[in-house]
C-alpha cells in the first residue's frame, strides 16, 4: 500500500491511507499534535465532541487543491495525499482554539484549589495556553451538587465537558453501561439510571479517561495534591488485567493507584477495580522504578534525587 505524504506546520509526514490528521501529527509529534479533549486513541468512535483539535487545511489533496472551506476536527478527518494542515502556524486556528476554550468554561467552575484533577488536567492546561485572564459571562452557571455514582467514584457534574470517554469506557470495557448522557444541549448531563450504581470490574477507567475532574477516585479525594505524590511503576499479578499500574506514594505510603498513561494522557492499557481501588500496600506490589511523567506538567517537578534516602524506593 503506498503511503500518503502529508504537511503538518511545514513538516512532512508519510502516514497509511485511513490516518486521521491527529495521527499523522501524534506521529510527527511535539507542538505540532493539536490538543485532544475527548479523542482517545484506545475508544473506538471517540472524537469530534469538543473541537480543541480544529485545524486548518489548505490544502485538500495533491490533485485538489483547494482549502477546506472550513476549520476541521483533526481527530476526525482522515488525510489525503498531498494534503497541507496547519496548526499551531495558522493565526485563525489560535483564535478558534481561544474560543472553544472560552465556551468549554462557560458553566465550568474552574475551581483547580479544590480540585483532585488539578495538575494533571486537560483543561486546566488548555485554559493555562488558550484562556483568556477573566470570564466574560455574567449569566449564571449552571450547577449540580457533586453525587456518588458506585462506590468508588464521585461525579462532579459541575466540571464535566461531556466527552462522552466514561460512556465509551462503560460500553467498551465494562460489561453493563449504567450510566450515560441524559437530556440534550444545554441540559445534557452525565447521570446514572434511577438509583443505579456503576460497580463494575473496569469502572475506575472512567476516573483515568476523565479528561477533567468530573469523575473522581473516591478512595483518593482531598488526599493529598498530585504533585506532593511520586508516581512508580509497578506491577502484580492479576487475573483480571496485566496489572501493571502506576502507585502514586507519599514516602512508603501508597495514596492511589492509577493505569500507566502515555504523553498524550491516554492509558497504555486499562485495569482493574481490583488493582485499582483494593491493593494500597506496597509490599502487594513489585515496584520497578520512578515513573517519568511525559506530558509537561507539575508533577514533573517532583525530583526524586531530592528524597532523603528512607523515603527513596529502589526497584
Ligand atoms: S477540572 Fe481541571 S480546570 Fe476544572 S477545576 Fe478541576 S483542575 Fe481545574
Ligand atoms: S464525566 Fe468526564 S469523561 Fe465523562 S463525559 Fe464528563 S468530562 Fe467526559
Ligand atoms: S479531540 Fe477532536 S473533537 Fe475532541
Not at 481490583?274 to 517537578?301: A, L, M, N, Y
Request: aromatic letters at 6%; glycine letters at 6%.
Amino acid at each position: 500500500m503506498s503511503l500518503y505524504k502529508v504537511s503538518i506546520d511545514n513538516i512532512e509526514v508519510e502516514v497509511e491511507p485511513g490516518t486521521t490528521i491527529m495521527n499523522a501529527a501524534r506521529k510527527i509529534g511535539g507542538n505540532v499534535v493539536p490538543p485532544a479533549m475527548c479523542y482517545y486513541s484506545k475508544l473506538e468512535g471517540s472524537g469530534g465532541k469538543c473541537r480543541t483539535c480544529l485545524v486548518k487545511v489548505a490544502q485538500t489533496s495533491a490533485v485538489d487543491t483547494r482549502p477546506m472551506p472550513k476549520l476541521v476536527a483533526s481527530c476526525r478527518t482522515m488525510v489525503q495525499d498531498g494534503m497541507v494542515v496547519q496548526n499551531i502556524t495558522s493565526p485563525e486556528v489560535l483564535d478558534a482554539r481561544k474560543a472553544i476554550t472560552e465556551f468549554l468554561l462557560i458553566n465550568h467552575p474552574l475551581d483547580c484549589p479544590v480540585c483532585d484533577q488539578a495538575g494533571e488536567c486537560d483543561l486546566q492546561d488548555l485554559s493555562y495556553e488558550h484562556g483568556l485572564e477573566e470570564t466574560r459571562t455574567t449569566e449564571d452557571r449552571r450547577t449540580f451538587e457533586p453525587i456518588d455514582i458506585g462506590e468508588y467514584i464521585k461525579l462532579n457534574m459541575n466540571r464535566c465537558i461531556l466527552c462522552y470517554r466514561c460512556v465509551m469506557v462503560a460500553d467498551q470495557i465494562t460489561d453493563k453501561r449504567v450510566h450515560g448522557i441524559l437530556n440534550r444541549g444545554d441540559h445534557s448531563e452525565i447521570s446514572t439510571y434511577i438509583k443505579q450504581a456503576v460497580d463494575n470490574d473496569f469502572s475506575g477507567n472512567m476516573i483515568d479517561v476523565c479528561p477533567v475532574g468530573a469523575l473522581t477516585d473516591k478512595t483518593f479525594r482531598f488526599k493529598s495534591r498530585v504533585w506532593f505524590t511520586n508516581p512508580f511503576d509497578a506491577h502484580r499479578d492479576c487475573p483480571h488485567c496485566s496489572g501493571k499500574t502506576v502507585l502514586w506514594m507519599k514516602g512508603k505510603e501508597v495514596l492511589r493507584v492509577t493505569g500507566r498513561k502515555d504523553k498524550y494522557g491516554e492509558l497504555e492499557e486499562f485495569i482493574c477495580n481490583d488493582c485499582r481501588f483494593h491493593h494500597k500496600e506496597v509490599t502487594e506490589w513489585v515496584v520497578e522504578g520512578p515513573r517519568k511523567i511525559e506530558r509537561h506538567s507539575v508533577i514533573s517537578q517532583n525530583h526524586y534525587e531530592n528524597l532523603s534516602d528512607d523515603k527513596k524506593l529502589k526497584p
